[in-house]
C-alpha cells in the first residue's frame, strides 16, 4: 500500500470508442495498463478490481476531448515512463493529452467535477437559433422528465451560447452543465428543449471542470 | 441509436486492415450470429489469422446484426458490411459462414439476403461471392446443401489455404464457375453439394446419392491437421462485452473417452496435443497483446491432457499475482481434479462444473461415462470443503432408454450433492442444476435413437422443477421445442433445406434466441412441404439404414458405430482408447499421417512401418486390421 502511487490521465474518446459504455471503458483501461505491463494496484478482498476510477459517466455515442481517470500503481516510477508505456499500447479512439501524480488523499475524482463542457455541431442549419436560445435562457424552469421521472434541466445549464460556425458554415453551440452527483445536465435533453433533434447535430465532451 | 453500436463499427485493437485494392483475393469470415457472440468464436479467429498471414489475401469479419440494427439497414438499404473496411458482402471473392450448430442456418440465409446476394447456390453466378461454409454442424450439410457452394468437413486451418489458391488460379483462367467448383471439390475435406443427387425410398427413407461428376469424391473423407499449428496470439479485443472475453488457448483437440452422445467427441479424433511450452509461451504472447485478464484453456476433456499437471504448475508458476483467471473447464469427476483448480486459484471461488451427464450408474455405462456415484459424491465434498460454494452439475434427460426413475434420480444425486456440501459449509452450500435434452446426432453410436417428444420431455421437467427447488438449489432447462428444432436439423436430408427456407421466409431467424425462437414458423414449413417432422425425431431408426450423411466420412466405421450403440444396449463400457485401441478407423485412414508424424502428440498409437515392430506400444497397421 505504502508505495503506491495515484496517477490522473485526460484522454479523448473517439472513433468506434464513443460506443464503448462506462463499464467497458473501464476494462479497457485495464487491458492498457496490463498490455503496458504496469503495475495496476488491486481491491483488496474476495473480489479484486483494478484501482481505475473514471470521473464521469458520458453518454454513448458521444465523442470527448477531457475525459479524466484516476489510476492507482503499486509502487511508484516516474510520469515519463509510465507515458510512453501506455501510448505504446493504447486501443483506436484513446489519446492521452496529459499525465501527472496527484496525492493519494485527494478526494475520490468523481466527487471533484462540477461541470462538464460540451460543444455541438449542428449537421442541419437552424434559422432561428439565437431566437431558441434567448427564450430558453429567460426562462427560470425547464420542467422536463427523463426516465419516468421529472427534474428542472433550467438550473443545470450553467452557460450555453454560440461558437463560431464552422468552415464549412456549420452552426456550433456550446454548453457547460453541471455535472455533480445528482444534479447531471444532459446535452441531448439541452438540444432536445431547443427544438433540435441530437440525431442531426455531432456533440463533443469538450472539458470537465473540477473543484 | 441501435442497442450497443459497438457492435457494427469495426476498429477495434489488433483488427487487421489491408489495402483493398492492392489484395488479390478478399475474404469475409461471417459468424451468422451477433457479434458479442461471434467474437467469441476460436474458430473465427484461427481463420482470420491464417488467411491474414497471406500477403495475397485480407479476411474481414461479418456479424449479423440483432434486429434493431436490421431494421434499420434494411430501411436504410445498407447491405450487410464488413467490419474492418465496411464493404458490402456482395464486394468479397470468398464469404466463409462459420456453422458450429445448427439454429444459425436460419441467420445464415438472413445474413445472405442482407447482402444482397442470391440464397440459393444453383442461383449465383460468376459476379458472385463463393459461398462456403464449415464448423460441426457441417458434418452432416444436407439440410444447408443448396444455400453452400462448397463445404469444409473437419479442420480449416489448412484447406482454406487450398480454397484461396485453387479459386486464384480460377481466377486467372477466368473459367467459368462450375470449374471452380469441381476444383474446389476435388480438395481433400471439401464436400460440393452440387455434384451429387440424393435418392430416396418409397418410404421416405433416404436410400443412396449418385454423383453428377465423375471426379467427385464419394465419400468425402473430413481434413484434419497432422499438427495443431501455433495457436493464434493476436486476438482483437472488443471495445465492448463479448460472451467469452478472454485468451482462448487449444491444448488438446480430439478426445479419446468415446462418451456415445457426444458428437464433437466422435468428429475431432484423433486426439492432438499441445506442449507445456507451446501453450504457456502463447498465453504470454497473448497477454501481452490483448492486456485479457482471463483465459480459457480448451479442450474437449482437460484432465485427459497428458501433461495437465505440468501445465497447471507452470501456469501458477509464471502467472501467480497477476491477477489472471484460468479456467480450465471438462474436468474429469475426480478428486485431482479439484487439485488442478485449486492450483490455479485466482480468488474468485463462483462455481466448480462436473458434468456427469446421467445420474446413475446404469445410465452412466450406456452412454459410456461411467463414474460410480460415491466417486462424484468424494469429489463434491472435496470441492465445497476447498472454499467453493457453488458445484454446477450437467445433466441430460431423454438419454436411450431413459426411465422417469432415472430422471428422478437427477433430483435425488443433486440432493445428496447438496446435503455433501451443507455438512462443510451450511446453508451457504449451493447446487445449480443444468438438465439439457439429449438430442441423438449424426455420426455418433447415438445416430439411430429417436429423440424424445415434446411431452414427456415437459413431463421429465415437470418432475425436476418440482422437486429441485428451494433453499440452495437451482434449475436450469432448455425449451422442449428448441431442442425438436436442432434435432430437426441437425437428422435431416436435402429436403430440409426447402423447410430452411419456408422457415426463413415465416420469420425464423435468431432461433437460438428465446425471445425470437419461432416455432410456428417451422411448424407451418414442415406443414407447406408436406414432410412430417416426427420422421425426422420420433423415428427409431432400424440398424441397417442407411443415413443421409454417410457419404461424409468422419473415417470412423459404421461398423464400429453399430457396435458401441449394439454394446450401449447391452451395458458394456469401452475404456479410453488411449489405453487400447478399438479401430474406429482414424488410424488405418490416417496411417500414413501417423507414421510421418510420431510420437506423444497424438493419442493414437504409433505407426512405425508396415513391417514387424518391436516395441509394445507400437501398433502395427495389420494388426489394426485384425482388431477390427
Same mark, same amino acid.
Given at each position: 500500500?505504502?508505495?503506491?502511487?495515484?496517477?490522473?490521465?485526460? &484522454?479523448? +474518446?473517439?472513433?468506434?470508442?464513443?460506443?464503448?459504455?462506462?463499464?467497458?471503458?473501464?476494462?479497457?483501461?485495464?487491458?492498457?495498463?496490463?498490455?503496458?505491463?504496469?503495475?495496476?494496484? /488491486?481491491?483488496?478482498?474476495?473480489?479484486?478490481?483494478?484501482?481505475?476510477?473514471?470521473?464521469?459517466?458520458?453518454?454513448?455515442?458521444?465523442?470527448?476531448?477531457?475525459?479524466?481517470?484516476?489510476?492507482?500503481?503499486?509502487?511508484?516510477?516516474?510520469?515519463?515512463?509510465?507515458?510512453?508505456?501506455?501510448?505504446?499500447?493504447?486501443?483506436?479512439?484513446?489519446?492521452?493529452?496529459?499525465?501527472?501524480?496527484?496525492?493519494?488523499?485527494?478526494?475520490?475524482?468523481?466527487?471533484?467535477? *462540477?461541470? %462538464?463542457?460540451?460543444?455541438?455541431?449542428?449537421?442541419?442549419?437552424?434559422?432561428? $437559433?439565437?431566437?431558441?436560445?434567448?427564450?430558453?435562457?429567460?426562462?427560470?424552469?425547464?420542467?422536463?422528465?427523463?426516465?419516468?421521472?421529472?427534474?428542472?434541466?433550467?438550473?443545470?445549464?450553467?452557460?450555453?451560447?454560440?461558437?463560431?460556425?464552422?468552415?464549412?458554415?456549420?452552426?456550433?453551440?456550446?454548453?457547460?452543465?453541471?455535472?455533480?452527483?445528482?444534479?447531471?445536465?444532459?446535452?441531448?435533453?439541452?438540444?432536445? %428543449?431547443?427544438?433540435?433533434?441530437?440525431?442531426?447535430?455531432?456533440?463533443?465532451?469538450?472539458?470537465?471542470?473540477?473543484? | 441509436?441501435?442497442?450497443?453500436?459497438?457492435?457494427?463499427?469495426?476498429?477495434?485493437?489488433?483488427?487487421?486492415?489491408?489495402?483493398?485494392?492492392?489484395?488479390?483475393?478478399?475474404?469475409?469470415?461471417?459468424?451468422?450470429?451477433?457479434?458479442?457472440?461471434?467474437?467469441?468464436?476460436?474458430?473465427?479467429?484461427?481463420?482470420?489469422?491464417?488467411?491474414?498471414?497471406?500477403?495475397?489475401?485480407?479476411?474481414?469479419?461479418? &456479424?449479423?446484426?440483432?434486429?434493431?440494427?436490421?431494421?434499420?439497414?434494411?430501411?436504410? %438499404?445498407?447491405?450487410?458490411?464488413?467490419?474492418?473496411?465496411?464493404?458490402?458482402?456482395?464486394?468479397?471473392?470468398?464469404?466463409?459462414?462459420?456453422?458450429?450448430?445448427?439454429? $444459425?442456418?436460419?441467420?445464415?440465409?438472413?445474413?445472405?439476403?442482407?447482402?444482397?446476394?442470391?440464397?440459393?447456390?444453383?442461383?449465383?453466378?460468376?459476379?458472385?461471392?463463393?459461398?462456403?461454409?464449415?464448423?460441426?454442424?457441417?458434418?452432416?450439410?444436407?439440410?444447408?446443401?443448396?444455400?453452400?457452394?462448397?463445404?469444409?468437413?473437419?479442420?480449416?486451418?489448412?484447406?482454406?489455404?487450398?480454397?484461396?489458391?485453387?479459386?486464384?488460379?480460377?481466377?486467372?483462367?477466368?473459367?467459368?464457375?462450375?470449374?471452380?467448383?469441381?476444383?474446389?471439390?476435388?480438395?481433400?475435406?471439401?464436400?460440393?453439394?452440387?455434384?451429387?443427387?440424393?435418392?430416396?425410398?418409397?418410404?421416405?427413407?433416404?436410400?443412396?446419392? *449418385?454423383?453428377?461428376?465423375?471426379?467427385?469424391?464419394?465419400?468425402?473423407?473430413?481434413?484434419?491437421?497432422?499438427?495443431?499449428?501455433?495457436?493464434?496470439?493476436?486476438?482483437?479485443?472488443?471495445?465492448?462485452?463479448?460472451?467469452?472475453?478472454?485468451?482462448?488457448?487449444?491444448?488438446?483437440?480430439?478426445?479419446?473417452?468415446?462418451?456415445?452422445?457426444?458428437?464433437?467427441?466422435?468428429?475431432?479424433?484423433?486426439?492432438?496435443?499441445?506442449?507445456?511450452?507451446?501453450?504457456?509461451?502463447?498465453?504470454?504472447?497473448?497477454?501481452?497483446?490483448?492486456?485479457?485478464?482471463?483465459?480459457?484453456?480448451?479442450?474437449?476433456?482437460?484432465?485427459?491432457?497428458?501433461?495437465?499437471?505440468?501445465?497447471?504448475?507452470?501456469?501458477? =508458476?509464471?502467472?501467480?499475482?497477476?491477477?489472471?483467471?484460468?479456467?480450465?473447464?471438462?474436468?474429469?469427476?475426480?478428486?485431482?481434479?479439484?487439485?488442478?483448480?485449486?492450483?490455479?486459484?485466482?480468488?474468485?471461488?463462483?462455481?466448480?462444473?462436473?458434468?456427469?451427464?446421467?445420474?446413475?450408474?446404469?445410465?452412466?455405462?450406456?452412454? @459410456?461415462?461411467?463414474?460410480?456415484?460415491?466417486?462424484?459424491?468424494?469429489?463434491?465434498?472435496?470441492?465445497?470443503?476447498?472454499?467453493?460454494?457453488?458445484?454446477?452439475?450437467?445433466?441430460?434427460?431423454?438419454?436411450?432408454?431413459?426411465?422417469?426413475?432415472?430422471?428422478?434420480?437427477?433430483?435425488?444425486?443433486?440432493?445428496?450433492?447438496?446435503?455433501?456440501?451443507?455438512?462443510?459449509?451450511?446453508?451457504?452450500?449451493?447446487?445449480?442444476?443444468?438438465?439439457?435434452?439429449?438430442?441423438?446426432?449424426?455420426?455418433?453410436?447415438?445416430?439411430?435413437?429417436?429423440?424424445?417428444?415434446?411431452?414427456?420431455?415437459?413431463? +421429465?421437467?415437470?418432475?425436476?422443477?418440482?422437486?429441485?427447488?428451494?433453499?440452495?438449489?437451482?434449475?436450469?432447462?432448455? @425449451?422442449?421445442? =428448441?431442442?425438436?428444432?436442432?434435432?430437426?436439423?441437425?437428422?435431416?436430408?436435402?429436403?430440409?433445406?426447402?423447410?430452411? /427456407?419456408? %422457415?426463413?421466409? @415465416?420469420?425464423? +431467424?435468431?432461433?437460438?434466441?428465446? =425471445?425470437?425462437?419461432?416455432?410456428?414458423?417451422?411448424?407451418?414449413?414442415?406443414?407447406?412441404?408436406?414432410?412430417?417432422?416426427?420422421?425426422?425425431?420420433?423415428?427409431?431408426?432400424?440398424?441397417?439404414?442407411?443415413?443421409?450423411?454417410?457419404?461424409?466420412?468422419?473415417?470412423?466405421?459404421?461398423?464400429?458405430?453399430?457396435?458401441?450403440?449394439?454394446?450401449?444396449?447391452?451395458?458394456?463400457?469401452?475404456?479410453?482408447?488411449? @489405453?487400447?485401441? &478399438?479401430?474406429?478407423?482414424?488410424?488405418?485412414?490416417?496411417?500414413?499421417?501417423?507414421?510421418?508424424?510420431?510420437?506423444?502428440?497424438?493419442?493414437?498409437?504409433?505407426?512405425?512401418?508396415?513391417?514387424?515392430?518391436? +516395441?509394445?506400444?507400437?501398433?502395427?497397421?495389420?494388426?489394426?486390421?485384425? $482388431?477390427?
Amino acid at each position: 500500500m505504502t508505495n503506491q502511487i495515484r496517477l490522473r490521465i485526460t &484522454f479523448s +474518446k473517439t472513433e468506434a470508442m464513443r460506443y464503448t459504455s462506462h463499464l467497458d471503458l473501464h476494462r479497457t483501461w485495464e487491458r492498457t495498463f496490463r498490455r503496458a505491463g504496469l503495475p495496476l494496484a /488491486y481491491s483488496q478482498g474476495y473480489n479484486p478490481r483494478p484501482k481505475i476510477i473514471l470521473a464521469c459517466a458520458l453518454p454513448l455515442g458521444i465523442t470527448s476531448l477531457g475525459e479524466i481517470l484516476d489510476v492507482w500503481l503499486e509502487k511508484g516510477m516516474p510520469i515519463s515512463e509510465v507515458l510512453s508505456a501506455l501510448q505504446s499500447t493504447l486501443p483506436p479512439g484513446v489519446t492521452i493529452y496529459h499525465l501527472e501524480q496527484v496525492g493519494l488523499q485527494e478526494a475520490a475524482l468523481p466527487t471533484q467535477i *462540477t461541470a %462538464a463542457e460540451y460543444a455541438a455541431e449542428i449537421l442541419e442549419s437552424v434559422i432561428d $437559433l439565437d431566437n431558441r436560445l434567448a427564450i430558453l435562457l429567460s426562462e427560470d424552469h425547464l420542467n422536463r422528465e427523463r426516465r419516468g421521472r421529472g427534474y428542472d434541466l433550467r438550473p443545470l445549464i450553467e452557460n450555453l451560447s454560440r461558437l463560431p460556425d464552422t468552415a464549412a458554415g456549420c452552426q456550433r453551440l456550446s454548453m457547460r452543465l453541471s455535472a455533480r452527483e445528482g444534479a447531471t445536465g444532459r446535452p441531448e435533453e439541452v438540444l432536445d %428543449a431547443l427544438g433540435i433533434s441530437s440525431h442531426s447535430v455531432s456533440l463533443t465532451r469538450t472539458k470537465l471542470i473540477l473543484k | 441509436m441501435v442497442q450497443k453500436p459497438g457492435r457494427y463499427t469495426g476498429g477495434e485493437l489488433n483488427q487487421i486492415v489491408k489495402n483493398w485494392d492492392a489484395t488479390e483475393t478478399r475474404v469475409a469470415l461471417v459468424f451468422p450470429e451477433i457479434y458479442d457472440l461471434g467474437m467469441s468464436n476460436l474458430g473465427l479467429a484461427i481463420l482470420y489469422d491464417q488467411l491474414n498471414q497471406r500477403h495475397d489475401t485480407l479476411a474481414e469479419r461479418a &456479424f449479423c446484426p440483432w434486429s434493431d440494427m436490421e431494421n434499420a439497414m434494411r430501411a436504410a %438499404a445498407i447491405p450487410l458490411y464488413s467490419l474492418e473496411t465496411k464493404h458490402p458482402l456482395a464486394d468479397f471473392d470468398i464469404i466463409g459462414f462459420s456453422l458450429p450448430y445448427e439454429t $444459425l442456418f436460419t441467420n445464415t440465409l438472413n445474413a445472405l439476403d442482407l447482402a444482397g446476394i442470391p440464397l440459393f447456390s444453383a442461383e449465383r453466378t460468376t459476379q458472385h461471392p463463393l459461398i462456403i461454409a464449415g464448423g460441426h454442424a457441417t458434418f452432416n450439410p444436407e439440410p444447408m446443401h443448396a444455400f453452400i457452394d462448397a463445404f469444409v468437413i473437419g479442420e480449416g486451418e489448412e484447406v482454406i489455404h487450398e480454397i484461396v489458391d485453387t479459386y486464384q488460379e480460377w481466377r486467372r483462367s477466368a473459367a467459368p464457375r462450375p470449374e471452380l467448383l469441381e476444383a474446389l471439390a476435388n480438395l481433400w475435406g471439401v464436400y460440393v453439394p452440387a455434384f451429387y443427387e440424393a435418392h430416396y425410398h418409397p418410404d421416405g427413407t433416404f436410400s443412396h446419392l *449418385t454423383k453428377q461428376l465423375e471426379a467427385a469424391p464419394l465419400p468425402v473423407t473430413k481434413r484434419i491437421v497432422p499438427q495443431l499449428p501455433p495457436p493464434v496470439t493476436r486476438f482483437i479485443v472488443p471495445y465492448i462485452n463479448t460472451v467469452h472475453n478472454r485468451v482462448p488457448i487449444e491444448i488438446m483437440r480430439g478426445c479419446t473417452r468415446g462418451c456415445r452422445f457426444c458428437h464433437a467427441g466422435m468428429v475431432t479424433r484423433p486426439v492432438r496435443e499441445r506442449s507445456v511450452e507451446e501453450v504457456v509461451t502463447a498465453i504470454e504472447g497473448a497477454l501481452a497483446q490483448t492486456g485479457f485478464e482471463e483465459v480459457g484453456l480448451l479442450s474437449l476433456s482437460s484432465s485427459d491432457y497428458t501433461h495437465v499437471v505440468d501445465l497447471v504448475r507452470a501456469i501458477s =508458476e509464471r502467472f501467480t499475482g497477476q491477477h489472471l483467471t484460468i479456467s480450465l473447464p471438462s474436468l474429469r469427476i475426480e478428486t485431482v481434479s479439484v487439485d488442478l483448480m485449486d492450483a490455479l486459484k485466482d480468488g474468485r471461488r463462483a462455481g466448480f462444473t462436473l458434468a456427469p451427464e446421467a445420474a446413475t450408474e446404469k445410465m452412466r455405462e450406456i452412454i @459410456n461415462k461411467p463414474v460410480s456415484t460415491p466417486q462424484l459424491l468424494d469429489t463434491a465434498r472435496e470441492i465445497y470443503s476447498r472454499g467453493w460454494t457453488t458445484i454446477k452439475l450437467y445433466f441430460m434427460i431423454g438419454h436411450p432408454s431413459e426411465t422417469i426413475n432415472d430422471v428422478q434420480a437427477i433430483a435425488d444425486l443433486c440432493k445428496a450433492v447438496l446435503a455433501e456440501g451443507r455438512k462443510v459449509l451450511g446453508n451457504r452450500a449451493k447446487v445449480h442444476a443444468g438438465v439439457s435434452t439429449f438430442v441423438p446426432k449424426p455420426h455418433t453410436p447415438f445416430q439411430w435413437v429417436s429423440c424424445d417428444t415434446v411431452e414427456n420431455i415437459r413431463a +421429465k421437467q415437470d418432475l425436476l422443477k418440482r422437486q429441485l427447488r428451494g433453499k440452495g438449489l437451482k434449475l436450469n432447462w432448455n @425449451n422442449p421445442e =428448441e431442442t425438436m428444432l436442432e434435432a430437426w436439423l441437425s437428422r435431416g436430408d436435402r429436403r430440409l433445406a426447402q423447410v430452411i /427456407y419456408q %422457415a426463413w421466409m @415465416n420469420g425464423a +431467424k435468431f432461433d437460438a434466441w428465446h =425471445e425470437h425462437f419461432n416455432f410456428q414458423a417451422w411448424w407451418e414449413a414442415f406443414t407447406a412441404l408436406g414432410l412430417d417432422p416426427a420422421f425426422y425425431t420420433h423415428r427409431q431408426r432400424p440398424i441397417d439404414e442407411t443415413f443421409p450423411w454417410e457419404h461424409i466420412s468422419t473415417t470412423i466405421r459404421k461398423k464400429f458405430l453399430t457396435e458401441d450403440y449394439l454394446w450401449s444396449q447391452a451395458g458394456d463400457t469401452r475404456v479410453d482408447c488411449r @489405453n487400447q485401441c &478399438f479401430a474406429c478407423g482414424i488410424l488405418p485412414t490416417f496411417a500414413e499421417i501417423r507414421r510421418e508424424h510420431p510420437g506423444k502428440a497424438w493419442g493414437c498409437p504409433e505407426v512405425k512401418s508396415r513391417r514387424k515392430g518391436d +516395441k509394445s506400444n507400437t501398433i502395427l497397421i495389420e494388426q489394426v486390421a485384425v $482388431l477390427d
